[in-house]
């Protein structure tokens, strides 16, 4: 490999400390804030992303509990655990884990959510205020990408502002909760920005994008869909995705990403490893986003951000 690695669990380590500071400072005030997620199914990419947000809720100090559905669980099941979650003076804010069954509707879950505990941003509610530039929270994934691209641009020297203006940036993947909100950051930020999707790639329209793209960021769930063919020299990339592997004959389970990263490192000026890259920062977010959740809760200095556009908020 001849690209950068960036490091998502050294900016993880630093913003993990700042939030149970503040956790610590919360409790100090009788505040104790609590993450609940609702997992339905047996999706090996969700549980795994569950036991790592179980294991920073735990060590931060903040209240967590896993609402547990089988793979057959009826959506009038799934509604009743968010509303009896919403109702919950415990549960600060609300994580709906995806990917959900077929019989589950996404966008019936994200409607049930109480707006002030939607800390993904994803009720009706939530996502106009958030393309409005007016957001409660910034999504966690697409809040960290950008940390960690404003972070590496900055200790390589160049200034993150000017970068993003004279740059092409792609975004692949338009999830609610990960592509849209990623594209919303990236025009506030200035740069050019182009997205695509499964309609771009059975179009065979994906790769004529990709290739031109100065920072390149993808979140498809397409395990290994990036090749070096389909980058230019000096991209910067940040791989979003986590598909499960299953490797024979061991069965051992792996995650992988949505860029070949040995390949793609090849030609890229800087990448992020799957694991290792955004997902530690996202962790930390989501929690983040909880703790000002709580915050919001009891009114104790929280309000939306008093700047224009969607700047990401300190985690301190």
Not at 125 to 130: E, P, Q
Request: proline share 7%; with cysteine.
């Amino acid at each position: 490999m001849s690209a950068v690695l960036i490091d998502g669990r050294m900016y993880a380590a630093e913003l993990s400390a700042s939030l149970a500071d503040e956790v610590e400072e919360l409790a100090a005030a009788g505040v104790r804030p609590g993450l609940a997620t609702v997992l339905v199914g047996d999706s090996y990419p969700a549980h795994a992303y569950e036991r790592r947000v179980r294991r920073l809720a735990q060590k931060v100090g903040c209240h967590y509990v896993c609402e547990a559905l089988p793979d057959d669980a009826a959506e009038a099941d799934a509604l009743a655990v968010v509303g009896k979650l919403g109702a919950d003076p415990r549960i600060s804010g609300v994580l709906i884990l995806r990917p959900l069954p077929p019989q589950v509707s996404e966008a019936s879950l994200y409607r049930a959510l109480d707006p002030i505990k939607d800390i993904e941003s994803v009720h009706p509610i939530s996502a106009g205020l958030l393309a409005l530039g007016r957001p409660r929270y910034v999504p966690s994934t697409p809040a960290s990408v950008f940390h960690l691209l404003d972070r590496y641009l900055t200790e390589s020297g160049r200034d993150p502002a000017q970068t993003y203006a004279q740059s092409n940036l792609v975004v692949v993947g338009r999830s609610a909760n990960v592509g849209k909100p990623a594209l919303m950051l990236a025009m506030e930020r200035g740069a050019t920005v182009v997205s695509c999707d499964e309609h771009s790639h059975g179009a065979g329209l994906l790769f004529e994008h990709t290739v031109r793209a100065d920072i390149l960021v993808v979140a498809a769930g397409v395990p290994g869909l990036i090749r070096v063919e389909h980058v230019k020299h000096g991209v910067i990339a940040v791989d979003v995705g986590i598909n499960a592997i299953r490797d024979s004959p061991a069965g051992k389970v792996h995650l992988v990403g949505d860029i070949d990263t040995a390949d793609v490192a090849r030609r890229a000026e800087a990448i992020t490893p799957v694991p290792g890259g955004v997902g530690p920062i996202t962790d930390v977010w989501l929690l983040h986003n909880t703790v000002s959740a709580a915050r919001l809760a009891q009114g104790i200095g929280a309000s939306f951000p008093a700047t224009e556009g969607l700047q990401l908020p300190a985690i301190c």
